[in-house]
């Protein structure tokens, strides 16, 4: 009588599909749970009134009312042990709690790419509500005399994000994964996207600061430079869950993968921001 129903569909088309996932995430057993064929067409004929996280939380009642049914003291604690478990990780996805508790093959990696997904999740569509000019935020006025050390904050402030982010990617990860053959630390791997999350999000906030501000007419071409330095933190950012999927997506046994992460600003950047203070420097001083 039981039906392994899919929580995010398996093909484009079909309910809860979610794009973002690879196949192997769509056919992972946290992406799996056991209905009856009656209640299997109900949920993928309406999936606005069956969402996925009504999914889960069906799941979870479901796996509750087993233990008691069952009535052992050791499903009992484990369920215990489970909801203080995940009181540690605050607000997680569905799927990341599934992941958490259940520690399938490639878990830390999944757990990875769904945790860096949900959580740069706000600030990606923040990013492109920013990029397509749809809010603004008042205004800040820079004076002249004022402008060199905004100028210098700023670039200051890229040079601790490209540390930050460079320290997250090539150290933190893998210390959150553990050795090869030792399992890793869940709550650390959370702790690292979360860090990234906010990493990207301090590169939004720094975006934020350049085109809400406003300067007098001699800087304003160093000013118009700056927009957009910050883009590269975020865009790079969001290529790790799509690494981490594809990989876990093979099935790999072993081997080497590699991603590069390149940071990078437009051609000329340095020396385009370094001739045009020069030139707002020079007019400001021939008019005062």
């Not at 501000?213 to 071409?221: A, I, T």
């Not at 330095?229 to 869950?241: C, L, N, T, V, W």
Request: a negative charge; hydrophobic letters at 40%.
């Amino acid at each position: 009588m039981g039906e392994a129903a899919h929580i995010y569909g398996a093909n484009p088309g079909s309910a809860r599909y979610d794009p973002e996932m690879t196949s192997a995430e769509r056919s992972a057993i946290t992406n799996a749970i056991w209905l009856c064929g009656n209640c299997h067409k109900l949920i993928d004929d309406d999936p606005l009134r069956y969402p996925a996280g009504l999914m889960f939380e069906w799941q979870r009642a479901h796996e509750n009312r087993m233990s008691e049914l069952v009535g052992k003291a050791s499903a009992e604690i484990r369920h215990r042990y489970e909801a203080r478990h995940l009181e540690e990780f605050g607000r997680l996805s569905y799927l990341g709690e599934r992941i958490i508790l259940e520690k399938g093959r490639f878990w830390e990696h999944r757990l990875t790419a769904e945790m860096l997904r949900f959580e740069m999740s706000p600030i990606l569509r923040r990013w492109s509500a920013l990029a397509r000019g749809l809010y603004i935020k008042p205004t800040t006025r820079i004076e002249s005399s004022e402008f060199t050390s905004w100028l210098s904050e700023r670039m200051q402030e890229l040079e601790q994000l490209a540390a930050a982010f460079s320290t997250l990617v090539n150290s933190e990860f893998g210390r959150a994964w553990g050795e090869p053959g030792v399992a890793g630390s869940d709550v650390e791997i959370v702790a690292v996207c979360r860090l990234v999350a906010e990493m990207c999000a301090s590169a939004l906030a720094w975006e934020e600061s350049v085109r809400f501000s406003r300067v007098n007419e001699p800087f304003s071409e160093v000013h118009a430079l700056l927009s957009g330095a910050a883009a590269d933190f975020i865009e790079q950012a969001e290529k790790i869950p799509e690494f981490l999927s594809a990989v876990v997506e093979q099935s790999p046994e072993g081997g080497t993968h590699e991603l590069q992460l390149v940071l990078g600003l437009p051609d000329g950047f340095a020396e385009n921001i370094q001739a045009a203070t020069e030139r707002a420097v020079a007019w400001m001083r021939r008019h005062s």
